[in-house]
């Protein structure tokens, strides 16, 4: 049963931790004055949110290279543009580029909206490891934005990986009911099920994340992992080539976990000039040919 949060206790948890329930920022030049739940985008600029809204739409769809480079040109827009900065941070490539991004966002984060400021302090009470404190932001997040999808997420998310998968998957279900075109929240529902147990609740998931964007890789990729787990290897392998002929940059794992499943269909270890020869061929639907030779584990245990 999912816990039921007073209100009231999470108000003076907010204004304990030094989070105002109104802010100048988010009522500044530019801000977004919202009355539809949904957290605050406070920027200076028209155009800088709009390529900060097309940079979250990227990143949601796991295409981090494109979402950086949009959130990039959101900051050059506008330097003071917090949630660019925490985004930056949340895709960055290096702990160094993450710390220095996530430094940024905090320093701004006095001037902009309550639920802004809670996202950031939120990535630096993960980053300091004080679950507890992330737990309490992220609670904190919900009470004030109820009707906000990512807010659900967010919490949802740090539930999963506290393993407590029966709230997760509740607050993964209120995100797709106040967004039912919500994609990304469909993809972390299917792995909350696989971990409880719920095989056909995680397909059902997977399948309509498929649906709901069905041109991306990774919709295909995660469906196929869950039907690798569960032994339907003919299955998963057509999933895996979905996902690698949806994108020839997608994920080099795809292509190895492709490779190694031909091998697991065949029950034979192959010869190593075949090995090579079967891994380049799979390996052509990505950018680098011959790759996926090089991490291929052993499938021993699972044919």
Known sequence: MRRIIA??????AIIAIGVPLTSSGAQGAGATARDDGKIPITTRSDSARAL???????????????????????VALDTAFAMAE???????????ELMEHLRRALALADDVSPGERLTILGMQARQNADPARARQLAESLVVLYPRDERARLALAILESAQRE??????????????NPGYALAYNQLGYAYRS?????????????????????????????????????????????RKALSASKLWSRRSNVRLCWLMRIRTRTWLRAGAQFQLCN??????????MSL???PSPRGLA
């Open 7 to 12: 209100a009231w206790y999470i108000t003076a």
């Open 52 to 74: 900060f809204l097309k940079g979250r739409t990227a990143s949601e769809a796991l295409t981090a290279h494109e979402a950086r480079g949009l959130f990039d040109q959101a």
């Open 86 to 96: 925490y985004y930056l941070a949340s895709g960055s490539t290096s702990h160094v």
């Open 165 to 178: 998968y029966p709230r997760a998957i509740a607050e993964y279900q209120d995100a797709v009911a106040i």
């Open 196 to 240: 409880v147990g719920d095989m056909g609740a995680a397909e059902a998931a997977f399948r309509k994340y498929i649906s709901l964007v069905p041109d991306d890789p990774n919709p295909y990729d995660s469906y196929a992992e869950l039907l690798m787990k569960t032994g339907r290897f003919d299955e998963s392998i057509v999933q895996y």
């Open 281 to 290: 061929i799979l390996s052509k639907l990505v950018s680098r040919p011959g």
């Open 294 to 296: 090089l991490y291929m």
